[in-house]
């Protein structure tokens, strides 16, 4: 209990202070219709880390962020100019321009970047489960000053997202307020992209917003409606990805998408006069998803053709373990296929023919046999996979093998999650009982001491493990 609280809360205050503010903001996108300003914005400022990132600063530094901020500024220019009375053109059409514009851009310039793929990968999720308490003071810094400056000026604000003609009748000079409220949405989306990432920010923006437009009409109930069912969802997120060791932005995501069908079906349940009819078309919907669901599972590509030696040691391979998977079957049999065909196994997995399954690399080091040392050795080696990397080193230290430490350390120079680091950090840590100041979220300069340390340790009690002790 007491890790999952001292991995949990940082991301957790993170999320409620990510919906406070998004989902003020959400209801004046809702409001003015432009749904998808926040994801062009997102990915504007997106592009700026990258752009960052490219010429060789840091995307979480102070520089990267000004990068970001500038960028993101520019994008609110933009949105504020293409409002017109003579709208031939509709702002939407221009917003998704910028959005697929600005996202081919970062993919350009991530191409010329070392690493650039793990960098996209992490513009779009995030890592908001290893967010930092001084990036999160810093945050709710910003957001207090961008929350006082809404406070001041709402009333000029809520005038022009909900009533856009009433504004214009009064006077008002609603270009340069529309500016002045997108520059303040720069400010959070620049901020929140660094935490959470494109798609996670996107989420905490519209969808408390939409639920809380669903259940009622005035700006104060659909704000509290918004903030509750957003602290709820984004916890439930962060336990399913604690529990199931999911990628933390996607798991939230996917909970906010899960939770907006559940409150849409509630509501028409609750609206319609026929009640019984209403629930019937729920259910007889809800059936036929889950058939369809089964029934694409069920569904398998045909044999066409007589299998070769070669795709029959594959099967072989695959069967083997499959094998592995269920303690009612014989493992060391299983062990011996494989270990009698370990040039099949390298090549599928150079080839993706094998797809390796985190239980079946973990019990290879949970059932103790000194025969499943070679098919460690040879997923270490033929596997891109981090993760796989990762749980088939862990199996290497398990049957008391040292080249299992060398392998972990190596994973902490290779790009890679932070999750997966932190990960790394705990084990090497529980084996050596040093820590050498690691930290998956620090610079890469920071990083590379921590790990040049960790290197000079195994250095100095390898010899140790050479003669059957562990340091």
């Given at each position: 209990?007491?890790?999952?609280?001292?991995?949990?809360?940082?991301?957790?205050?993170?999320?409620?202070?990510?919906?406070?503010?998004?989902?003020?903001?959400?209801?004046?996108?809702?409001?003015?219709?432009?749904?998808?300003?926040?994801?062009?914005?997102?990915?504007?400022?997106?592009?700026?880390?990258?752009?960052?990132?490219?010429?060789?600063?840091?995307?979480?530094?102070?520089?990267?962020?000004?990068?970001?901020?500038?960028?993101?500024?520019?994008?609110?220019?933009?949105?504020?100019?293409?409002?017109?009375?003579?709208?031939?053109?509709?702002?939407?059409?221009?917003?998704?321009?910028?959005?697929?514009?600005?996202?081919?851009?970062?993919?350009?310039?991530?191409?010329?970047?070392?690493?650039?793929?793990?960098?996209?990968?992490?513009?779009?999720?995030?890592?908001?489960?290893?967010?930092?308490?001084?990036?999160?003071?810093?945050?709710?810094?910003?957001?207090?000053?961008?929350?006082?400056?809404?406070?001041?000026?709402?009333?000029?604000?809520?005038l022009i997202s909900i009533e856009p003609e009433e504004a214009e009748r009064r006077g008002l000079a609603v270009r340069w307020w529309d500016f002045l409220f997108y520059m303040s949405f720069g400010f959070v989306i620049t901020s929140s992209v660094a935490i959470a990432g494109v798609l996670l920010v996107f989420s905490f923006l519209i969808i408390p917003s939409v639920i809380g437009v669903l259940y009622s009409k005035k700006i104060g109930t659909r704000l509290i409606i918004?903030?509750?069912?957003?602290?709820?969802?984004?916890?439930?997120?962060?336990?399913?990805?604690?529990?199931?060791?999911?990628?933390?932005?996607?798991?939230?995501?996917?909970?906010?998408?899960?939770?907006?069908?559940?409150?849409?079906?509630?509501?028409?349940?609750?609206?319609?006069?026929?009640?019984?009819?209403?629930?019937?078309?729920?259910?007889?919907?809800?059936?036929?998803?889950?058939?369809?669901?089964?029934?694409?599972?069920?569904?398998?590509?045909?044999?066409?053709?007589?299998?070769?030696?070669?795709?029959?040691?594959?099967?072989?391979?695959?069967?083997?373990?499959?094998?592995?998977?269920?303690?009612?079957?014989?493992?060391?049999?299983?062990?011996?296929?494989?270990?009698?065909?370990?040039?099949?196994?390298?090549?599928?997995?150079?080839?993706?023919?094998?797809?390796?399954?985190?239980?079946?690399?973990?019990?290879?080091?949970?059932?103790?046999?000194?025969?499943?040392?070679?098919?460690?050795?040879?997923?270490?080696?033929?596997?891109?996979?981090?993760?796989?990397?990762?749980?088939?080193?862990?199996?290497?230290?398990?049957?008391?093998?040292?080249?299992?430490?060398?392998?972990?350390?190596?994973?902490?120079?290779?790009?890679?999650?932070?999750?997966?680091?932190?990960?790394?950090?705990?084990?090497?840590?529980?084996?050596?009982?040093?820590?050498?100041?690691?930290?998956?979220?620090?610079?890469?300069?920071?990083?590379?001491?921590?790990?040049?340390?960790?290197?000079?340790?195994?250095?100095?009690?390898?010899?140790?493990?050479?003669?059957?002790?562990?340091?």
């Amino acid at each position: 209990m007491e890790q999952i609280v001292q991995i949990m809360l940082p991301p957790f205050v993170a999320c409620l202070i990510l919906t406070g503010i998004h989902t003020y903001l959400g209801l004046h996108v809702v409001s003015r219709g432009v749904i998808f300003v926040d994801l062009a914005l997102a990915q504007i400022a997106a592009l700026g880390s990258t752009f960052a990132f490219l010429v060789g600063f840091d995307p979480a530094s102070q520089t990267g962020y000004f990068y970001s901020l500038g960028f993101t500024f520019f994008g609110a220019a933009i949105f504020s100019i293409s409002r017109l009375k003579d709208q031939r053109v509709p702002q939407e059409a221009l917003i998704g321009i910028v959005f697929a514009v600005s996202s081919s851009a970062a993919i350009l310039i991530a191409d010329r970047a070392p690493q650039g793929a793990e960098h996209v990968a992490e513009m779009l999720s995030g890592a908001i489960l290893w967010v930092s308490w001084s990036t999160i003071w810093k945050t709710l810094l910003i957001y207090s000053a961008i929350g006082v400056f809404h406070v001041v000026f709402r009333d000029k604000f809520l005038l022009i997202s909900i009533e856009p003609e009433e504004a214009e009748r009064r006077g008002l000079a609603v270009r340069w307020w529309d500016f002045l409220f997108y520059m303040s949405f720069g400010f959070v989306i620049t901020s929140s992209v660094a935490i959470a990432g494109v798609l996670l920010v996107f989420s905490f923006l519209i969808i408390p917003s939409v639920i809380g437009v669903l259940y009622s009409k005035k700006i104060g109930t659909r704000l509290i409606i918004g903030w509750v069912s957003g602290t709820v969802v984004s916890s439930m997120g962060l336990l399913l990805s604690y529990q199931f060791d999911f990628p933390s932005g996607p798991s939230i995501v996917c909970s906010f998408g899960a939770f907006l069908i559940l409150a849409a079906i509630v509501q028409y349940l609750v609206r319609t006069e026929r009640k019984g009819r209403a629930l019937a078309r729920v259910g007889v919907g809800t059936l036929i998803v889950v058939l369809f669901l089964v029934l694409a599972t069920q569904v398998r590509p045909p044999v066409s053709h007589l299998e070769t030696p070669e795709e029959t040691s594959l099967a072989r391979v695959l069967q083997a373990l499959e094998d592995l998977k269920r303690e009612d079957r014989p493992s060391q049999n299983a062990l011996a296929l494989l270990n009698e065909n370990q040039e099949v196994l390298k090549q599928g997995l150079k080839d993706g023919q094998i797809e390796l399954d985190q239980r079946v690399v973990q019990r290879l080091g949970e059932l103790g046999f000194s025969e499943a040392i070679p098919i460690l050795t040879i997923v270490c080696d033929n596997t891109e996979d981090p993760w796989m990397r990762y749980y088939a080193s862990s199996s290497l230290l398990h049957l008391g093998h040292k080249e299992g430490i060398h392998r972990l350390i190596q994973l902490l120079k290779e790009p890679g999650p932070a999750f997966l680091k932190a990960q790394v950090r705990d084990l090497l840590r529980q084996i050596s009982g040093e820590n050498f100041g690691y930290d998956p979220m620090s610079r890469q300069e920071e990083s590379e001491r921590s790990i040049d340390r960790w290197e000079v340790w195994w250095h100095e009690h390898a010899a140790r493990w050479n003669k059957g002790v562990r340091p």
